[in-house]
């Protein structure tokens, strides 16, 4: 245990150098807390480096950002850090699903993305080790960046050390070369993910020395190629392979410039219907409104605790959106909040995370034309994320407020009146 402000739960993760758990602060609250594996507790490189990571996560405050709340030693002699509780799939993962990521599911992750990362670099950070594994994504496609065990501070004069951390599918050739990470090795970092996100598959792969051949002797393969069909026009080609130079005084200079150029592509490029199919939750304008099917036949009762059927709601779900049938996520949602409506009556710090289903429920509502229902129910998870005391909740519940309520009402494409 760190201390007894905390009770450790169940492990979330496990590294080469730590493990995540989630835990719940005295007064409710969830939170997560890594920890140095019990292996290397003996070795102060890795000790030191966790104590790094605190303080630099300190200095960062983005809503796309893994936010720092404590860090010490325990009463076991360990030293832990205390973050709060990001929900959501690692990215790689929901690359590896099948069926391409639709375009404007990858740019709204891709805006939060290089968003979290200018404010990472502002506070004079670098990640140093930026992948798909971790950038999570919510169940409303928002996105916080995890993991600073590598970072480091902007320093001018920083020397190779001829040390080499990370991943090399995501590394930038002067990293894998034995220079130390830079703003430069980020965005390369960066690129690389969004290229992933547009063609399933990283520029390069295999052995660590492979990929430096590769990256010095190959050019890479513009977006369009690897992945032809996808409607990936020349701009969106050109901002990403700029990304992707070879030579980090070539790349873009920061990632809120490549922010500018990747959004600037993606406005430009002519739009596929076929292609925006699958993105119910983040549409500007509504899909049609379909008659509402059988009813779900999901359980409901409460099978180890209120976090464990939320999570289970939100898995459920979530299938179903991944099958584009909005209807039955919204059925099997509201079928869980009856079920959990008993446990949101007390005031007590800490209530349930019950705001995790409900910005879910409203932006569904929304996607499918119930506009007014969706801000009813933004406003009702925005209020419940408040009782929970944490900061990253109340910024998550907020932006689903911001989107769906401080809006002009608006009609849904073929609906005739308003939604339900």
Not at 75 to 90: E, I, K, N, Q, Y
Request: aromatic content about 4%.
């Amino acid at each position: 245990m760190p201390n007894d402000l905390y009770q450790l739960g169940e492990l979330l993760g496990r590294g080469g150098m730590g493990q995540v758990h989630a835990a719940r602060h005295r007064s409710g609250r969830a939170v997560a807390v890594k920890r140095v594996r019990n292996t290397l507790l003996n070795d102060r490189l890795i000790v030191d480096r966790l104590a790094d990571e605190a303080r630099l996560l300190r200095t960062v405050s983005h809503p796309n950002v893994v936010r720092a709340l404590d860090d010490g030693t325990g009463s076991d002699g360990m030293p832990f850090l205390v973050m709060d509780r990001a929900h959501g799939t690692p990215l790689n993962q929901l690359v590896a699903r099948p069926g391409a990521m639709p375009l404007e599911r990858l740019t709204v992750i891709a805006k939060q993305l290089l968003a979290g990362i200018t404010a990472i670099h502002d506070a004079q950070v670098v990640h140093a080790d930026l992948k798909s594994h971790n950038v999570l994504v919510d169940e409303v496609d928002i996105v916080t960046i995890i993991d600073f065990g590598l970072a480091r501070t902007t320093q001018r004069n920083a020397t190779p050390n001829g040390l080499i951390a990370g991943t090399p599918a995501y590394m930038a050739p002067e990293l894998i070369a034995g220079a130390p990470p830079t703003v430069a090795a980020d965005i390369y970092a960066a690129g690389t993910i969004i290229y992933e996100m547009l063609t399933g598959s990283t520029p390069f792969s295999g052995h660590i020395s492979t990929i430096l051949t590769r990256q010095l002797s190959e050019t890479v393969e513009p977006p369009s190629l690897r992945a032809p069909g996808r409607n990936i026009s020349y701009a969106i080609d050109r901002a990403v392979l700029r990304a992707l130079d070879p030579s980090p005084v070539t790349r873009y200079q920061s990632a809120a410039e490549f922010a500018r150029d990747l959004e600037a592509a993606f406005d430009d490029r002519p739009t596929d219907p076929a292609l925006a199919a699958g993105s119910d939750l983040w549409l500007d304008e509504p899909t049609q409104a379909r008659s509402r099917p059988a009813a779900v036949h999901g359980s409901t009762e409460l099978i180890g605790g209120v976090d464990a059927a939320i999570d289970a709601a939100l898995i459920r779900a979530q299938q179903w959106i991944d099958s584009h049938d909005p209807e039955f996520a919204i059925q099997e949602l509201e079928t869980a909040l009856t079920a959990l409506r008993p446990t949101l009556d007390s005031e007590a710090p800490g209530s349930p995370e019950v705001w995790r289903i409900e910005t879910v429920l409203a932006a569904l509502y929304d996607s499918l034309g119930k506009q007014e229902r969706g801000r009813r129910m933004a406003l009702v998870a925005y209020r419940h994320a408040l009782k929970t005391g944490c900061p990253l909740a109340e910024r998550r519940a907020g932006v689903l407020v911001e989107r769906l309520v401080a809006r002009p009402s608006r009609m849904a494409r073929g609906s005739i009146g308003r939604g339900r």
